[in-house]
């Protein structure tokens, strides 16, 4: 009997821990086209869930994304009940910036960097009080040339240094997507090239890209509680 | 006895109308520096306040600014509910857009076309949903210059027709400021000057701009009910 | 005797102005995109050739295209020399403008109206001082909408003022192409499209744009001594 | 006597060399607002004649300051002839590009990369012709912040490659400004300051920005023959 009965307790536990975990982390990610195409197949949120299942921990977490193309910090804000809090995420990764900076040069529509705080800080209230963690990243590249020729570096690099402080201001976890990438380019672009190391366009991920951006979002997001 | 009766009656009333209304119609006008400035003493609200007090229906209306220099259609929205809603106003006046064009130009921050539309409608849906009549304005002047010499003219007049639109699909009164400027301009700047008309720089308007916007505004705003 | 000289002197005359003209006037088109698919078949240039030739008088013109695209008016004087004085015209058309306006919103790159007109009047002293006569344009379009909603409407028409006021300071013909286009599109663009009408794309031309061009350039250029 | 005579001919040419010189060489420094200052009383021409002054150098040398406010590279082009050969140059100092890249976010009238390199090639070609060594510099700054976080810096540094390139093109001397401030800003700027340091306003030179300015320049051009 007492036999019979541990064996069925540790089916349980197995079918808890393998199968059909009861309460999986639900990840939201919310941002721009680069998570909009982080579903597709070769898409960042696809390859972390690959790697999330090659690690035997697939079932511990949902990654769901939130992304539409061209969205800069006050598109988020706009649709932040409807489209993320509706969700019910455990934890939330914010990683928006490069449109606010892009659109100043592409189409005189970016936002100003005191604004861009503003919202930001706006947005992590309303996601921290509807009881989600909030995971903020910096903004990745437009251009891949590693020693700051691309038009657009100087505006990357104060607002990623905006996003710092805005991590620290609101004890938030902070994904350094900007320095790894940067990193990156030093080691793995000894032509500085423009594109087509980690991007197809400057700005839009390739696979490697996607790969190395799930590597990086995931270094840090393994140690969220 | 009668005549005693008859007496207090007409005293109840004449106070009832003159000296304390009970409640007053709540205007709050919502926009940016032009609005923010629209309170100081000569403003187009207390210019409007001294046009109503001179009719003798000053009591009737309670006006109220709540503009903020630089604010664009999503600076409202993200306020609107600790600078408007909280305010209880009966009829909400929306009047931006000015930088929502201007700063493409100026600082590489405007508003695209499509964007502005979305954040314009919900915001007037909050408004709506909490109450508030809302009524609607095209954008003034940038450059007072009639023959549609002025760099921003062609997003103006187009952000204005966008504006009429708006107004059309969501019920909302429209106070026409554009086309009203235009023919201002056209009968009253003979030389095709830039500023000096209606405006101290082309933009924000002097005390003459202001009269002709408290103008303006109030024949829409006498018939809204 | 005589009159076998009388007839000899005829048939001279005669070969000399009907088959092969000694001297045709020979004009220079000098401009930008729009000027170098002028000589594409069905190219405004190609156009008015055989406008001419259809009229009887395709021998007494040598109509060629010197335009580059991405020109503004500081490309023409850097390349005025070689590309332009070295053909030797008679009369030289100039027609620029669009990019330097244009240049502003595509690429943060357009012409100070100032610097505009500096470099318009030193390039029409240079080609005047060698001995051609010039003639200069408005430019068309950038967007078809014929009601003042096209971005760069304002200052397409303010630079269009500068032109004219540069023919008249330095004694040139003005062939007002912005006028002619506006006035075609207000009756023949009933739904105020963007484009398809006149253009392709907003800015260069179709071939009914073309023929227009070619049309209104010649109404003026038929009259040049 | 013939001592005699070798003496006269030998104090002769002492005095023709200290105190007289027939030919001093001509430095002419082409360029924007910061070279227009550049001879006002603290400008980096009028401090570069008082560091020869006190070297006992200030008669081998003739310092002519050619700057305007505003000048790009297609500027110095259209006043090279009037501006610069007419003053017979010995060494032209080309100091431009600071308004090239700047405009593109101030105005919205920059100048496109390729664009400043043919200009710049041109210009050279003429002044070299004209039997003037061409000495050229990288720009200096637009923001003093030395971490790569001021807007333009992606384009300075860009523009600066372009210039170096340019430079070993057309066998010119350069004067590497662009990286003499930077390396001064990382080891003066400790709290990463916008402006103050060299610059009065993030671009113009304060009195040690001059002086900073002179002393790099000098090291270059003392040993140009």
Known sequence: MKSKLILSIA??????????PANPIKI???GDSITQAGVSKTGY?????????AQGIGDKYELIGAGIGGNKIYDLYLRHED?????KPNITVIYIGI???WHKTSSRTGTDADKFERFYNALIKK???????????TPTLIGERFDSTNENDGDLNRYSEIIRRIAKNNNCALIDLR????SFEQNNNPENKESGILT??????????NKFLAETMWSVLKDIK
Chains 1, 2, 3, 4 share one sequence.
């Not at 089916?11 to 808890?16: D, N, R, V, Y």
């Not at 949120?45 to 299942?53: F, P, S």
């Not at 489209?83 to 969700?87: E, G, I, T, Y």
Request: glycine share 6%.
């Open 11 to 20: 089916l349980l536990l197995a079918s808890l821990s393998s199968f059909s």
């Open 28 to 30: 939201v990610f919310f």
């Open 45 to 53: 949120i696809t390859q972390m869930q690959g790697m999330l299942a």
């Open 83 to 87: 489209d993320l809090l509706a969700k």
């Open 99 to 101: 449109n606010d900076v």
């Open 127 to 137: 996601i921290q009080s509807a009881g989600s963690q909030v995971v903020i990243c």
């Open 179 to 182: 320095k790894a990438f940067l």
């Open 200 to 209: 197809s366009d400057r700005v839009h991920l390739n696979e490697a890209g």
